[in-house]
Structure formats: structure tokens, C-alpha cells
């Protein structure tokens, strides 16, 4: 159904005459046309002349430069002016009927007159906007010069830009949580920011005094890098050494962790404390004891026991059995008796027995 506000106007379709209808049937919130209840086109509806055009074809607007013509339509406006006198009202609303631009432009006249101080303040605005621009032209033109040499390396990979958008979405999602992430990083370093801010003023006072001592320093950096470069041919030429070193800092490394278990379990255990007690107390059971107590020995101890010997000898044997132990034992008491008698008669003392030696060797293992 036809509303009030539908609009018929034939159209022309190509320049050898053909047309077509352009029909706008309006919207359904205005009322419908009026119905044409008898008469010609009885049960249509009636569009009004107002709400139609006719069209004005190219040919038409070529003839009028023509001489008959262009004479003819003198004639025609002459006649038509002397038809119309005191009817412009009638011929403006011709006019408008016969050309509907006409009429738009009229329209867009009468919207433009509501907006003059608008287009005014417009003008003025665009004064101040395009004497600047009018100042850099050359660079605008430059713009667009580079602009057209990058569109047409842009049309060059369109395929790839189209790719590249579609891809995007996903992309954009699997951004969202590390967006989320530098937000509240940059929530929680708002106050370190902050501080930064107001601590700035000195930093950049540090960073100014720190000039003077850049430009005294450039000459001793100059310096330690020309000895760099006289010491690089020595260190170049330790690069074999250093290799060596490395292949022996990996064949040491099984036997350097055995020695750190060993040194961890004797300091856990206590061996260390326990083999210095041995020394200790061995240094002090080797002492002499007479009448007035126990005295110690300042004599260097050189005997038959101090060179090294394949076989057992005499008085000087580490096996502890029971020959040995008796001369050992034989000794001792002779040695023992003879030194109180030299001490009692003020004599020089002899040299200690072989026992202290053989217990010693015990004590540290060793056998004769």
C-alpha cells in the first residue's frame, strides 16, 4: 500500500532515451494515499502531481544550443512571459514540479539560510585552520605523493593484509589476559611511579654532577682500553693453557667430590678433632716422668730407628711380638734405670728408646 509520502519520478537510463521509474513507497508511519473510489483508475490510488517529476533528457538540453532551437525557445520564453504575467507563483511552482533539483535546492538554500552564523563562524574557523596549512603545502603534497606510493605497495599485498585482519580477532583474544596482566602492573606500579616522580629532581641533579666525572673518566677508559688491546695477544696466547686447565677441571671433578665427601664426613664424624687429640695426647704419653713428675724431652731423637730399615733390629721394631716385646720391655728398664742414675748424678740424659717410636707407628698405623 502506497503511503502519503511516496514519490514517482521517471529517470533516464542511458542517452538513447531509455527510462525507468524510480517509486519511493514511503514509510509505514504515515498515513495511506487516498483510494480512487470511481472514475478512471477507480480502485487505485491517487499520488498527487506534487509528489512527481518528469525528466529532461540530454538531447533536449544539446538542441537548445542550436540555432532553431535556441530561437524557438526565445519564442517559447517570450510568449510564456507574456501567458504568465502576474502568475510567478504558478510558474515557480511549475519550475519546481518540472525539475525536482529545483526544489532540493531550494530546500538546501532555506537550511543553509537557518545555519548562516554557523557557516560564518565556519569560514573564520577555516581561515585559521588552512593559512598553516597553506604555510607547509609542499610537505602536504609530499603526503600525498608517499601516501599513493604506499597505497600501491599496500594493493601489492592485499592478500596478505586481508590475512592479517582476519587473523587479528584471534590475536586481540589472546592479548585480552596479557593486557589484564600489564593493567594490574601498572596498578601496582602506579605507586613506585609515583615516588619515581618526586624523586626525579634529584635523580637528574645525580645524573648532572655525574658529567664532570664522565668527562674525567673518558681519558683512563681511553688508556685501560689501549693496554686491553696491547694485553690481548698475552691473552690470546693463554686460551691453550686455559683449555688445558679445563680438561683437567673436568677429569678432577669425580676425585675433587670423593675429597669433598671425605673432608664432609671427617668433619661430621670428628675424625680431624679426634686425630689432633692422638697427636696431643701421643706428644704428651712420650714424656719422661721421674721422682719430681713428668718433664719434657727437648733432644732432638736420633737412634737406630730413625733411618729406614728393611729388617727388624735390635731394640727398634713396630710387630709388638712377644721376642720384640721382650727386648723392648728389657730396654725400657734399662734405658728407665739409667736415666735416673744420670739424673740423680747430674749427668747428660740419653736418648728415649725405640718404644716411643714403635708406639708412635702404631698409632699411626704404620708397620715395620
Known amino acids: 500500500m502506497r503511503r502519503s509520502r511516496s514519490r514517482s519520478r521517471p529517470r533516464p537510463q542511458s542517452l538513447i532515451g531509455e527510462r525507468y521509474v524510480d517509486c519511493n513507497p514511503g514509510t509505514s508511519n504515515t498515513p495511506a494515499l487516498t483510494k480512487i473510489k470511481s472514475g478512471p483508475g477507480s480502485g487505485s490510488y491517487y499520488l498527487p502531481v506534487t509528489q512527481t517529476s518528469s525528466p529532461i533528457d540530454a538531447d533536449i538540453v544539446q538542441d537548445i544550443y542550436q540555432e532553431p532551437i535556441r530561437e524557438r525557445f526565445a519564442l517559447i520564453l517570450n510568449e510564456l ?9 504558478d510558474l515557480n511552482a511549475v519550475i519546481r514540479r518540472a525539475d525536482p533539483a529545483l526544489g532540493d535546492t531550494d530546500k538546501v538554500i532555506q537550511i543553509l539560510a537557518k545555519q548562516n552564523r554557523q557557516l560564518s563562524q565556519l569560514s573564520t574557523d577555516s581561515n585559521h585552520v588552512l593559512t598553516p596549512l597553506a604555510k607547509v603545502k609542499q610537505a602536504i603534497a609530499d603526503f600525498v605523493v608517499q601516501a599513493n606510493t604506499t597505497s600501491e605497495a599496500s594493493a601489492s599485498r592485499a592478500a596478505d593484509i586481508s590475512r592479517s585482519i582476519n587473523q587479528f580477532p584471534p590475536f586481540l583474544r589472546a592479548l585480552r589476559p596479557l593486557v589484564a596482566a600489564l593493567g594490574q602492573l601498572a596498578d601496582q606500579g602506579t605507586p613506585l611511579m609515583t615516588s619515581l616522580g618526586q624523586s626525579a629532581a634529584a635523580v637528574g641533579r645525580q645524573f648532572e654532577n ?4 664522565a668527562k674525567a673518566a673518558r681519558p683512563a677508559l681511553i688508556a685501560l682500553g689501549n693496554s686491553s688491546e696491547k694485553s690481548l695477544p698475552a691473552l690470546r696466547a693463554t686460551l691453550p693453557l ?19 665427601q671425605l673432608l664432609e664426613s671427617l668433619n661430621q664424624t670428628g675424625a680431624i678433632e679426634q686425630l689432633m687429640a692422638v697427636l696431643f695426647n701421643g706428644t704428651s704419653a712420650t714424656n719422661g716422668f721421674d721422682a719430681d713428675g ?9 737412634g737406630g730407628c730413625t733411618s729406614y730399615q728393611k729388617t727388624p733390629t735390635q731394640l727398634c721394631t713396630a710387630h709388638f711380638n712377644q721376642s720384640a716385646a721382650a727386648d723392648v720391655a728389657t730396654a725400657t728398664r734399662v734405658s728407665e734405670t739409667q736415666r735416673i742414675a744420670e739424673h740423680a748424678a747430674g749427668t747428660p740424659q740419653q736418648k728415649p728408646s725405640s718404644s716411643l717410636t714403635g708406639l708412635l707407628g ?5 708397620k715395620g
Open 362 to 366: 702404631y698409632l699411626l698405623g704404620r
Open 81 to 89: 512571459g507574456t501567458g504568465l504575467a502576474a502568475r510567478g507563483s
Open 242 to 260: 686455559a683449555q688445558q686447565l679445563r680438561k683437567l677441571g673436568v677429569q678432577a671433578k669425580p676425585a675433587a667430590n670423593s675429597l669433598d
Open 294 to 302: 713428668h718433664y719434657v724431652r727437648a733432644e732432638p731423637l736420633v
Open 210 to 213: 655525574l658529567t664532570p666525572f
